[in-house]
C-alpha cells in the first residue's frame, strides 16, 4: 500500500510540473518567427488570422499556432519552420503537399482532398476529405492507412 501511494505521489507531482511548465498565450502576428509569418503571408491571407499563440513547455522549447477565423490552424516550430496544417472548410494548399502524396491521394481516393497534414521526423500523417487517414514516408511513399 504504501508503494502505490509514492506512485500516485510521483505521477501527480510530474503532471503538476509538466502542466506549470506549458504557458500558452496570445501573441500578435508580428511577434511569430519570420519564417512563419512568410508562409502564412504567401499560402493564407493575413486579414483571415483570428488569433496566434506561442506555447512554452519545459521553459524553452516554443511552438506557434496560427488560428484562423474558420477554425483551420497551422501550427509552427520555434524556428518557425510548420508541423501540422489543420483546415476546416476547405483543402490543405495543394503547393504545400509533396506532389507523390497529392498523386496517390488522387489516384486511389479521387474526389477527396487533403483536409490536413503532419509532417514529422520519419512521416507525412494526412487526413483527406472522406475522414481516412493515410501515412506516408517522408520521400512521399505510401506507407499505411491509419487506424
Known amino acids: 500500500m504504501n508503494a502505490l501511494i509514492k506512485i500516485v505521489a510521483a505521477v501527480m507531482i510530474v503532471f503538476t510540473v509538466s502542466k ?12 511569430l518567427p519570420a519564417k512563419a509569418q512568410t508562409f502564412v503571408k504567401t499560402y493564407f491571407k493575413q486579414s483571415d488570422v483570428a488569433a496566434v499563440t506561442l506555447d512554452t513547455e519545459y521553459f524553452i522549447q516554443k511552438e506557434y499556432a496560427v488560428i484562423f477565423k474558420d ?3 497551422v501550427e509552427f516550430d520555434g524556428n518557425g519552420a510548420w508541423e501540422s ?12 503537399i509533396p506532389q507523390a502524396i497529392q498523386r496517390h491521394v488522387q489516384k486511389s481516393f479521387p474526389d477527396t482532398f487533403v ?10 500523417e494526412v487526413e483527406i476529405s472522406n475522414g481516412l487517414d493515410l501515412e506516408f514516408s517522408r520521400q512521399g511513399e505510401f506507407l499505411k492507412v491509419d487506424d
Open 115 to 124: 483536409q490536413e497534414i503532419k509532417q514529422t521526423r520519419a512521416t507525412y
Open 85 to 96: 496544417i489543420d483546415m476546416k472548410t476547405s483543402a490543405v494548399p495543394a503547393t504545400l
Open 20 to 31: 506549470a511548465s506549458a504557458n500558452e498565450k496570445v501573441i500578435p502576428f508580428s511577434k
Open 71 to 73: 477554425g483551420s490552424k
